[in-house]
C-alpha cells in the first residue's frame, strides 16, 4: 500500500513563494505517476500538475504555467511542487496523488491520496 504525506504548506504574501513535498512510503516511488491537486471552498478539485515517474514529463495547469515547478526525487522517495509568485486564488488545500501510467488531470484516475496541506495567500 503507498502511503504519501503532504507537507510544507502554510501562510504566505502574495508574491511569495512555498514548496510542497509530497514524501511516500509503502511501495517505490519510481513506479508511479505523482499529481498535485487543490481545493479551494466553493470549488471543485483541480488538477495543478502532474509528472510522469521517471521525472523526464510534466504537465501543469494553464492557470499556474510559469509560476509553479513539479519535480521528483525518487531515491529520497519524494515529490516536490515550488510555487513561485503566489496569488490569492492560490489558496487551498494541495494534495499530492499517485497512479500507475500516464499523468492525468483527472483525479478520479488517481488511487492513492495524501491527506492534504493548507496554503493560504493573503496579506
Known amino acids: 500500500q503507498l502511503q504519501l504525506v503532504e507537507s510544507g504548506g502554510g501562510l504566505v504574501q502574495p508574491g511569495g513563494s512555498l514548496r510542497l513535498t509530497c514524501t511516500a512510503s509503502?511501495?517505490?516511488?519510481?513506479?508511479?505517476?505523482i499529481g498535485w491537486f487543490r481545493h479551494a471552498p466553493g470549488k471543485e478539485r483541480e488538477g495543478v500538475s502532474c509528472?510522469?515517474?521517471?521525472?523526464?514529463?510534466?504537465n501543469y495547469a494553464d492557470s499556474v504555467k510559469g509560476r509553479f515547478t513539479i519535480s521528483r526525487d525518487n531515491a529520497k522517495t519524494t515529490v516536490y511542487l515550488q510555487m513561485n509568485s503566489l496569488k490569492p486564488e492560490d489558496t487551498a488545500v494541495y494534495y499530492c496523488?499517485?497512479?500507475?501510467?500516464?499523468?492525468?488531470?483527472?483525479?478520479?484516475?488517481?488511487?492513492?491520496w495524501g491527506q492534504g496541506t493548507q496554503v493560504t495567500v493573503s496579506s
Open positions: 509528472i510522469g515517474s521517471s521525472g523526464r514529463s510534466t
Open positions: 496523488a499517485a497512479r500507475s501510467n500516464y499523468c492525468s488531470g483527472y483525479a478520479g484516475l488517481y488511487n492513492y
Open positions: 509503502g511501495l517505490r516511488l519510481d513506479s508511479y505517476v
